[in-house]
C-alpha cells in the first residue's frame, strides 16, 4: 500500500500544468446604493452599474486552484432598499463556444453558470444560490451546515442573461423578501460569486473558493454597506385547485371517476428571523413515481422524500443516524423521515384490501423555520393525517399527528454547534389498528460538533426512543427484522406482555474534513435493541455496534494524466449489542477524471474477514455463519461536454464459497438533442443466484420451529425513458417511463441444521415437508410508471400543471418460462391505472 501512495504523489509531479502562483484577493465589496432601480435586461447601461466598485480578482477554484483563470470575469453589486441586484459580466474570446442549454426551471444542464450565493444571516453557515445560464434557465438552492444544498428551495426573483461579442452577462434582482436577514445598521451579507466555463470544466470564483479547505458559506466574503434594508415580506399565499380523472373499480360501471379538490400553500414572515410555512390539503401529483423494486431482504427500502413541503427546509430538520463517510449516510436513517407523513395505509396488507389510496391524505401540515443573529435556529412542523377505512370500516391508517421540533445553537463562529431534537406520533387507535400500530411514538436527541485547527473535527450524538401501545403491537415491534427478540441463540428476551419498548442510540465520530490531499474520519455507533424509530424515523437495525475508519488521498491539480484523483480506503466492523460478530470488511475505491474529460469509477470490498455470523438472516431464527465475500465494480461515465453521453456501471458479488453471486449492468445514454430537447435511456439488468435465500419459518405438528432456506435463480431487467422538452425556462414538457420485469425460481429447499458450523454443507439439511419441497415455485412481478408533465410559470411563483400517470402491475407464483418480451408484453396487456390531473397555482405576496 505504501508503495502505491508514493506511485499516485509521483504521477502528481509528472508535467504540472503550468500556473502562476496564487495572488492576493480581496475579500469584501461595497454595495452601492441605487437610487433608481436597473432595469433587468442583461445591459450594464443604468446608471448604478457606472458607479459600482468593480470585482475583478476573480481566481479559478478547479481545476487548479488559484491559478488565473482563462477568461475574465466583472461583477458589481447594488441594492435599494427592498432588492439586491448583481451584475456580472463573463469575458469569453469566443462567444460562439458558450454552452447555452435550456430546461425547466431547477433543472441543472450542462452549461455555462453564473451563480450568486449569499449569506444574508452572515452566520458563515447557511446561505442562498440563485444560478442563471446564458439561455436564462433559473436554478436556486438553500445551504445548511455550510454546504449541504437543498435544491427544494425556491424563491421569487429575476435574472436576464445576453450573449454578445464580448462573452455573456447575468443581470439579477433579488428581492430581500426572499432573504431571511435581520435589518440592522450598515449590515453585512456574506458573498461568493461562482463562474463555471463549461467547455474548460473550469470554476472561477470570488473571492477564492479552496475546494482543500473544508466548508462553503464560511468562505464567502462579505458584501458591506447595506443599510436602511426594509423589513422582509410579510405573507405569500398560493391557492390551488386540482381536477383528476381516476380509474373506478374495475367492476363499476363508469371506468372513470371524477375528483376535484382545493387546497393551498401559505408563507408567513412572523418575523425578520422567523417563517411560517403551512399547507391545506396538499396535492402531490405532479411528482415522480418511486421507482419499481421488489425487496427479498428483511429490511425495508429507503426512497428519498420528493414533495416540494417536505423537501424544502429539510436540512434543518435533520438529525441522521449510522451516517459516515464509509456509507455516506446512503441508508436514509434518521430520527425524522418526512415520507412517513401521509404513507401508504400500513394495514393494507393485514386486511387483504386492495382497494386502499396509495397515500394516507394529508389533512393539513405547519413549519415553523427561523434562524437568529447569535447564531440559534429553530424548527418546529406539524401534520395531521386522516383516518383510511378500509372493507367493512376496519381501519387501514389511523388518524394521526406527527410533530418534530429541532434546535441548534452555533458558537465559536460557526466551529461548534450543539443541537436537540424531539420526534413525536399519536395515533387514535380502534380496535382494529391497536393489534398492529403503536399508540404513540417519541423520540428525542443531542448532537454536537466542534472544529478545531481549521481542518479536524469531532461530533457525536445521543439519542432515545420510545414507543406504547397494546402487548400485541408492541410483541409485533420485538420479532420484527429491526429487533428480533424471539432469536433462540440470542441474548434478549421475548416479553409478550410488554406494553412499550425503549432504547438508545449513541455516536462517536473524530475526523480531518479538509486538507489539499489527505483526509479520514473514524467512528464507532451503539444501538440498544430496544431502539425503535420507525414511526416517524427510518432505522434499518438496532441492537448493533458499529466501528467505521476512512481515509482518502485527493489530487485535485492536473496533470499529464488527470485533470483530478481520489482514492478512498476503508475499513468496517459490526458486533450485535451483545458483541456477537455480524460483518468485517475492506474496501477500497479510486475516482478519476481524464483530461479528455472522461471519468473512471472503480473499487472493490473484501468481506467477512475471520469469522463472522448473519443475526438476521434466518428472520428470528439462530445466527448463521458466513463465508467471504468479493465485490468489485465499475463504472466509466463519458464527457458531459459532448452531445453524447454514454456510461456503463458493472457490480459483481460472488460468495458461500462460489455458491451464490450477484452480477449487474446498468447502462446510460443521455442526448443533447438540440439546446431545447434532451432525452436519456437507460436499462438496468441483473442475474441473482442466491444459494441461501430465506423462504420461511414454517411450524410443524409438535410446534417446533423450521427456518428454510432455497437456492434462487433470479433475473431482473428495468428501462428508464426520460425526455425534456423546452419551450420556454418557464414552459416544459417532461416524460418519465419505466418498466421493470423481475422473476425467480426457488429450488432446494432446505432447513437449518448446524447453523454455525464452520462447513457450509453442515449448516443445512434436506427439509422434509414434501407439500413445501416439492414445488417451491417462484415469482414474476411487473411493473411499469410512468408520468407525463406539462408545466408553465405563467407569472413568478404562480404555476400550472397538467400531469398524465398511468401504472400497470402483475404478479404471478411462477417465474414462468417465457422471455423478458413476452413478460413486457404481459405488462403492457394488464390494466393500466391513469390519473390525469390539473393543478393551478396563484401566487399572492403582501
Known amino acids: ?81 427592498h432588492n439586491l441586484y448583481v451584475f456580472v459580466r463573463a469575458y469569453d474570446p469566443h462567444p460562439d463556444s458558450i454552452v447555452r442549454l435550456l430546461s425547466r426551471r431547477d433543472e441543472p444542464t450542462a452549461s455555462d453558470h453564473i451563480t450568486i450565493l449569499l449569506d444574508s444571516y452572515h452566520d458563515h453557515r447557511t446561505g442562498f444560490e440563485f444560478s442563471v445560464n446564458p439561455a436564462g434557465v433559473k436554478t436556486d438552492y438553500a445551504i445548511y451546515n455550510d454546504g449541504t444544498e437543498d435544491p427544494a428551495w425556491d424563491a421569487i426573483w429575476d435574472a436576464a442573461t445576453r450573449v454578445d461579442s464580448l462573452g455573456w452577462t447575468a443581470e439579477y434582482r433579488i428581492p430581500l423578501s426572499q432573504l431571511h436577514y435581520s435589518p440592522r445598521h450598515d449590515g453585512v451579507f456574506g458573498i461568493l460569486i461562482w463562474r463555471w466555463i463549461q467547455r474548460y470544466t473550469e470554476t472561477i470564483t470570488w473571492p477564492l473558493y479552496r475546494m482543500s479547505h473544508s466548508g462553503l458559506v464560511s468562505q464567502f466574503g462579505e458584501i458591506t454597506g447595506l443599510t436602511g434594508l426594509a423589513r422582509p415580506g410579510d405573507l405569500e399565499v398560493t391557492p390551488y385547485l386540482v381536477t383528476k380523472n381516476v380509474r373506478g373499480p374495475q367492476s ?66 435533520t438529525f441522521n443516524v449510522n451516517c459516515v463517510v464509509v456509507l455516506d449516510c446512503s441508508t436514509g436513517e ?31 401540515a405547519a413549519k415553523l423555520t427561523g434562524r437568529f443573529a447569535n447564531g440559534f435556529s429553530l424548527g418546529v412542523m406539524d401534520a395531521v393525517t386522516d383516518r383510511v377505512g378500509g372493507t367493512g370500516d376496519v381501519t387501514l391508517e389511523p388518524r394521526a399527528n406527527y410533530a418534530v421540533v429541532r434546535a441548534n445553537q452555533d458558537y465559536a463562529g460557526g ?6 431534537i424531539f420526534t413525536g406520533v399519536d395515533r387514535g387507535m380502534d380496535s382494529s389498528s391497536s393489534p398492529y400500530l403503536h399508540s404513540s411514538a ?24 420510545r414507543v406504547a401501545g397494546s402487548p400485541a403491537a408492541i410483541a409485533l415491534t420485538q420479532e420484527d427484522p429491526v429487533h428480533l427478540y424471539q432469536r433462540p441463540d440470542g441474548p434478549l ?66 496533470n499529464a494524466i488527470w485533470q483530478q484523483l481520489r482514492w478512498n480506503v476503508n475499513y468496517w466492523q459490526y458486533w450485535s ?65 459532448d452531445a453524447l453521453l454514454p456510461s456503463v456501471s458493472v ?46 419459518t414454517f411450524t410443524d405438528s409438535a410446534s417446533a420451529l423450521h427456518y428454510t432456506f432455497a437456492h434462487l435463480e433470479q433475473r431482473t431487467l428495468s428501462v428508464t425513458w426520460r425526455l425534456d422538452y423546452t419551450f420556454t425556462p418557464n414552459a416544459t414538457l417532461q416524460l418519465y417511463a419505466s418498466p421493470f420485469v423481475s422473476k425467480g425460481t426457488y429450488t432446494n429447499v432446505r432447513e437449518l441444521a448446524d447453523p454455525r458450523a464452520v462447513a457450509y454443507a453442515s449448516r443445512y439439511q434436506p427439509y422434509g415437508d414434501t407439500t413445501v419441497t416439492d414445488d417451491p415455485g417462484g415469482f414474476n412481478v411487473q411493473q411499469f410508471r410512468s408520468n407525463l408533465v406539462f408545466r408553465w410559470e405563467y407569472r413568478p411563483g404562480s404555476t400550472l400543471f397538467l400531469v398524465w400517470s398511468q401504472g400497470r402491475d402483475g404478479s404471478f407464483p411462477n417465474a414462468g418460462t417465457q422471455s423478458f418480451g413476452g413478460d413486457l408484453r404481459e405488462l403492457f396487456a394488464q390494466r393500466s391505472n391513469d390519473i390525469f390531473l390539473i393543478k393551478f397555482s396563484y401566487w399572492f405576496a403582501r
Not at 415 to 420: C, E, P, Q
Not at 517 to 523: G, N, P, S
Not at 547 to 555: H, K, V
Open 415 to 420: 466551529n461548534g454547534s450543539i443541537g436537540v
Open 651 to 696: 457490480n459483481y458479488w460472488r460468495g458461500d464459497g462460489g455458491r451464490s453471486h450477484q452480477l449487474s449492468v446498468s447502462p446510460e445514454l443521455d442526448i443533447k438533442v438540440s439546446s431545447r430537447f434532451a432525452t436519456s435511456v437507460s436499462a438496468g439488468y441483473r442475474q441473482n443466484r442466491n444459494d441461501t435465500q430465506y423462504f420461511g
Open 252 to 317: 363499476s360501471g363508469y371506468d372513470r371517476d371524477q375528483q376535484v379538490s382545493a387546497g393551498g400553500d401559505l408563507k408567513y414572515q412572523l418575523s425578520s428571523n422567523l417563517l411560517l410555512n403551512a399547507t391545506v390539503n396538499p396535492d402531490f401529483g405532479q411528482v415522480d413515481a418511486d421507482p419499481s423494486q421488489i425487496n427479498l431482504s428483511a429490511f425495508e427500502t429507503f426512497f428519498a422524500e420528493q414533495r416540494p413541503f417536505f423537501v424544502e427546509a429539510k436540512g434543518l430538520f
Open 1 to 81: 500500500m505504501p508503495c502505491c501512495f508514493a506511485l499516485l504523489l509521483a504521477l502528481q509531479a509528472v508535467q504540472p500544468v503550468a500556473a502562476p502562483a496564487p495572488r492576493a484577493t480581496a475579500m469584501t465589496v461595497h454595495a452601492t446604493l441605487a437610487t433608481t432601480p436597473p432595469v433587468i435586461d442583461g445591459r450594464d447601461d443604468d446608471a448604478v452599474w457606472a458607479s459600482a466598485p468593480a470585482i475583478d480578482q476573480f481566481l479559478e477554484a478547479q481545476p487548479t486552484e488559484g491559478a488565473t483563470p482563462k477568461a475574465r470575469t466583472v461583477a458589481r453589486v447594488a441594492y435599494d432598499a
Open 442 to 465: 417519541y423520540a428525542g436527541g443531542i448532537d454536537a460538533r466542534r472544529r478545531f485547527l481549521g481542518d479536524y473535527e469531532v461530533s457525536g450524538s445521543l439519542d432515545a426512543s
Open 493 to 558: 428476551t421475548f416479553d409478550s406482555t410488554r406494553t412499550s419498548l425503549s432504547g438508545t442510540n449513541v455516536e462517536l465520530r473524530a475526523a480531518k474534513v479538509g486538507g489539499k490531499v489527505l483526509q479520514w474520519e473514524t467512528a464507532y455507533q451503539r444501538r440498544s435493541p430496544g431502539f425503535e424509530i420507525n414511526d416517524m424515523g427510518f432505522l434499518l437495525q438496532a441492537d448493533q455496534q458499529e466501528w467505521t475508519s476512512w481515509a482518502a488521498l485527493a489530487f485535485r491539480t492536473p
Open 577 to 641: 449489542d451483545a458483541g456477537l460478530p455480524t460483518e468485517r470488511a475492506f474496501n477500497t475505491n479510486v475516482h478519476t477524471q481524464f483530461n479528455d474529460r472522461w471519468w473512471l469509477h472503480m473499487g472493490g470490498t473484501i468481506g467477512q474477514l475471520g469469522t463472522t455470523f448473519c443475526d438476521r438472516c434466518a428472520r428470528g431464527g439462530p445466527a448463521i455463519r458466513q463465508d467471504p465475500y468479493l465485490a468489485p465494480w465499475l463504472t466509466i461515465q463519458g464527457d458531459d461536454r
Open 334 to 364: 434518521g430520527l425524522f423521515y418526512s415520507r412517513r407523513i401521509g404513507r401508504a395505509p400500513e394495514l393494507a396488507d393485514v386486511y387483504d384490501d386492495s382497494t386502499a389510496e396509495q397515500a394516507t391524505r394529508i389533512l393539513g
